[in-house]
């Protein structure tokens, strides 16, 4: 696992990575900075209380719940916008690191749009359900399982439907369910890291492609 996130990282900051880089990210961006808006747009055109005071009470308290909505948002957002751009990183990968292997296939638009959705979906529903559990001692460790979980599951199978059926992808993740588990603590410690998590979709992406890759020749 070192030595596959070693190289996803020197993958992800490399000259060819930066342009899908830029445009996950303007993407993201983009799209928080709307709903940001248009919620903080609501949130001041309203008057729920008779006193000035309490108005702005309710203001103030609106603004951090809006900044801590976003930060929660960031990464199923990225993961959204990412899933458009993850054949295009996974097969600048295989070329560079794997040439002598098949390329794999491309997901169809269609597929790779409504599964970045349904992954970014989920991770943000799991995450606002665990978060009342970080006032616990062991929140943060339910969180980062829960991540590694969904993290390490979706980015294996996404690659791996890139090589065989879908229901194929999910047989071999369940036969390596311990070791795409473990793979998949990388990016969820990865994605608490503020700025950091910004990169985690496309690191996880490169990062899955030397999972599979290993995973699939010692199976062979």
Same mark, same amino acid.
């Given at each position: 696992m070192i030595s596959a996130a070693l190289k996803a990282?020197?993958?992800?900051?490399?000259?060819p990575f930066r342009a899908v880089l830029w445009k996950s990210l303007g993407l993201t961006v983009l799209l928080l900075a709307g709903l940001w808006i248009v919620l903080e747009v609501v949130?001041?055109?309203?008057?729920?209380?008779?006193?000035?005071?309490?108005?702005?009470?309710?203001?103030?308290?609106a603004g951090l719940g809006l900044f801590a909505l976003a930060v929660l948002m960031i990464s199923p957002v990225t993961a959204i916008f990412a899933g458009l751009f993850l054949d295009g990183i996974a097969a600048m990968v295989e070329v560079k690191h794997y040439p002598?292997?098949?390329?794999?296939?491309? @997901?169809?638009?269609?597929?790779?749009?409504?599964?970045?959705?349904?992954?970014?979906? @989920?991770?943000?529903a799991i995450n606002i359900l665990l978060l009342p559990v970080v006032f616990l001692g062991v929140g943060i460790f339910a969180i980062?399982?829960?991540?590694?979980? @969904?993290?390490? !599951?979706?980015?294996?199978e996404m690659i791996a439907m890139r090589h065989m059926p879908p229901p194929e992808?999910?047989?071999?993740? @369940?036969?390596?369910?311990? !070791?795409?588990?473990a793979a998949g603590f990388v990016p969820a410690l990865l994605a608490l890291?503020?700025?950091?998590?910004?990169?985690?979709p496309l690191f996880a992406t490169a990062y899955m492609v030397h999972i599979y890759k290993q995973i699939s020749a010692r199976s062979r």
């Open positions: 990282l020197s993958d992800v900051l490399s000259p949130i001041s055109g309203l008057a729920l209380a008779p006193w000035e005071w309490a108005n702005t009470l309710i203001t103030v308290a002598m292997d098949r390329t794999g296939q491309d @997901l169809p638009f269609r597929q790779a749009l409504f599964t970045g959705i349904q992954f970014g979906l @989920l991770v943000l980062i399982l829960a991540n590694a979980y @969904l993290l390490g !599951r979706e980015y294996f992808a999910k047989q071999l993740r @369940l036969e390596n369910s311990p !070791r795409v588990l890291v503020p700025i950091v998590n910004l990169l985690v």
